[in-house]
């Protein structure tokens, strides 16, 4: 379980923007469920957004018109006989916040405003969306999440976030049309934004430390390296002469039960012994230090991994990290982490 509280800061280490002032009154606020959390987060970053300025893009429009406008096209222009009635059809492009992301938004407003929420909330979403009415509503079911984003819209990166986890993971209808929370999140989505959060929470509290999402390299005795996969870590820590090599899990289940014995994931355990062997391998001509550590959320599993194994002189350490407390405690144990493996 996790403290709907919680899932604001980790979404405020996951996105730095929720650390502005505007956001930091959310952090002492109570929400009944998720659903208000995010839609409160939506409503003050529409709200600054709307002052900065919506994102406008060019829309391009084909259209039957009695003047010239754009380009004209001659082919549809013959083809639906415009002529006859003295039209042409012109292509052109129109500079409009009916652009792909005000949709989205737009789109998931909708969705919230038939979910448990506030009227409140609803009220304030709604006032908003006066500034959003030449936007068009799209099928959020078909949308391409792989948005680019540059300097010039990259406020819009959080919102549109926020956005994907409503629509991808938080909400489902009922048959009478009325919208409610699942009782859980899809561990895929939760998965992405555990990960995110404990990188950004090293990174921000404690900037002496390199902390990457890094890749390692195969250490082979040849260059035959067709066909082996990326090694991609989650978190890698490095101070000085030590390196912690982290993956974080948010699984239902940390463990796995066979004849009522409870044992760890096996794929786990060989993919961090093997990005600890060749990240070991790749600085044996340095005196650097080499550990591993799969963090686990805590569930409400009666048995949960708590061990340290040392493996072929490397340390590889298996732990949980309960959200469900005061962050104050959730803060703790990730320190806790820098303070046993690098001392500081």
Request: charged residues 20%.
């Amino acid at each position: 379980m996790i403290r709907i509280q919680n899932i604001y800061y980790m979404l405020a280490y996951a996105f730095q923007v929720l650390n502005e002032q505007g956001y930091k009154k959310l952090a002492t606020q109570n929400f009944e469920n998720i659903a208000e959390l995010y839609a409160a987060i939506l409503a003050k970053g529409i709200s600054s957004q709307i002052k900065r300025g919506l994102w406008k893009e060019y829309i391009p429009h084909s259209e039957e018109l009695s003047s010239i406008r754009g380009k004209i096209d001659i082919a549809e222009t013959i083809k639906t006989m415009s002529l006859q009635r003295n039209h042409i059809v012109c292509s052109y492009e129109e500079f409009s916040v009916n652009s792909y992301m005000n949709s989205i938004i737009k789109s998931t407003v909708l969705i919230l405003f038939r979910a448990d929420i506030s009227k409140a909330y609803k009220k304030e979403l709604r006032k908003l969306m006066v500034y959003f009415s030449d936007v068009d509503v799209i099928d959020l079911n078909s949308v391409d999440w792989n948005i680019h984003y540059n300097r010039n819209n990259q406020t819009y990166r959080m919102l549109i976030s926020v956005c994907y986890l409503i629509v991808k993971g938080l909400l489902q209808t009922q048959s009478d049309g009325s919208v409610m929370l699942m009782d859980f999140m899809d561990e895929q989505r939760m998965h992405r934004l555990y990960e995110k959060f404990i990188l950004e929470y090293y990174r921000k509290e404690y900037p002496q430390l390199a902390a990457n999402p890094s890749r390692i390299h195969w250490q082979l005795d040849d260059d035959m390296s067709a066909m082996l996969p990326v090694m991609q870590t989650d978190i890698m820590l490095s101070y000085r002469e030590k390196t912690l090599i982290i993956d974080a899990k948010y699984y239902a289940h940390a463990t796995q039960v066979q004849y009522d014995k409870h044992t760890l994931h096996s794929g786990n355990i060989y993919q961090i012994f093997t990005y600890v062997k060749n990240k070991a391998a790749e600085l044996a001509d340095t005196s650097g230090m080499v550990s591993g550590l799969i963090l686990y959320a805590k569930t409400d599993e009666e048995v949960y991994p708590d061990n340290e194994y040392r493996m072929s002189g490397n340390s590889i350490s298996v732990r949980t990290l309960d959200l469900n407390c005061d962050f104050s405690v959730i803060a703790a144990q990730l320190n806790k982490i820098v303070i046993e493996h690098f001392n500081l």
